[in-house]
């Protein structure tokens, strides 16, 4: 190997070795607050396993809703804080339903510094936190970074007051994303190797998938540019059912909910596994 093409995988290996940090790009920037849509909301702090203490909010309907049709938990994905990413849910919130949102360690106004271990153990103290403050049942969604978060937690989990499991734009592993990035560099391409050395397989979402027996829905845009749809893909293979497949046509990265019909059928899905689902359901939908 050339010697600058060594200099280039010992900084590669360097960067992935112990620093999963690198995955995460948040900021304290305080972007919205509900209030810019005049809804309610609980401005929340709890600490998380090792005492550090993370931010919420629970926002709700507007008064003139005649009932909360319930609750969703979003764990959202990477870059900057909920305070832009809870806008992405406004239009759920507007259908009458609750939503609980919080930053992972070093997002927002939540303490810390964020890596991966942290941020599963932190989506996990949020779960808690919304178990023991919420007493009905949920739907728990998972966008980007947030949905690989949510199955390393569940695996492992009780989960009998989640309703359906909602992942969305989510890669099936650590190392199978910075593989993924890798492999479009043209510097990085003959290092595509290095993330499956460093990274290992510990926190692989698809690997969780086999013993998470929660309703499921992926949900993935055909022109996601930042997690190939085929990670959808492969994730909806290794579930369980029941489960279904949503690809959304002309949608980017986490744009699939934006689309009119995938919002009707959202609402309808969120609808169903209310009351009832077949247990033995498996179906796949492609949105024009």
Not at 22 to 46: V, W
Not at 145 to 160: F, H, M, P, Q, T
Not at 255 to 263: D, F, I, S, T
Request: proline share 4%.
């Amino acid at each position: 190997m050339p010697f600058k093409a060594q200099i280039v995988a010992l900084l590669l290996a360097l960067s992935f070795q112990g620093c999963s940090s690198l995955f995460f790009y948040p900021d304290q920037i305080t972007y919205r607050t509900p209030e810019f849509y005049e809804l309610a909301y609980d401005d929340l702090y709890f600490e998380s396993t090792d005492s550090l203490s993370l931010h919420a909010w629970h926002i709700y309907p507007r008064p003139e809703a005649a009932a909360s049709k319930g609750l969703i938990f979003v764990a959202h994905g990477n870059a900057q804080n909920l305070s832009s990413h809870f806008t992405s849910w406004v239009w759920l919130v507007e259908a009458g339903y609750e939503l609980f949102i919080f930053d992972y360690r070093g997002f927002g106004k939540s303490q810390g510094s964020a890596d991966i271990k942290g941020t599963i153990e932190d989506t996990q103290a949020a779960l808690d936190y919304l178990e023991t403050h919420y007493k009905g049942e949920y739907f728990a969604c998972g966008q980007s970074l947030g949905g690989s978060l949510l199955l390393n937690v569940l695996y492992k989990r009780a989960n009998s007051r989640i309703k359906a499991l909602i992942i969305d734009s989510t890669f099936t592993g650590f190392a199978d994303i910075a593989n993924e990035k890798m492999a479009q560099g043209l510097l990085t391409w003959p290092f595509q190797w290095l993330p499956y050395l460093t990274l290992g397989h510990e926190y692989d979402a698809q690997q969780k998938l086999s013993q998470i027996d929660t309703p499921l829905l992926f949900v993935h845009g055909s022109l996601d540019r930042t997690v190939s749809p085929n990670n959808s893909w492969q994730l909806f293979e290794r579930a369980a059912r029941p489960k279904e497949f949503w690809l959304v046509k002309e949608a980017g990265h986490i744009q699939a909910l934006e689309n009119e019909k995938v919002r009707e059928d959202f609402l309808d899905f969120l609808r169903k596994h209310r009351s009832h689902f077949n247990p033995a359901y498996s179906a796949m939908k492609i949105y024009e």
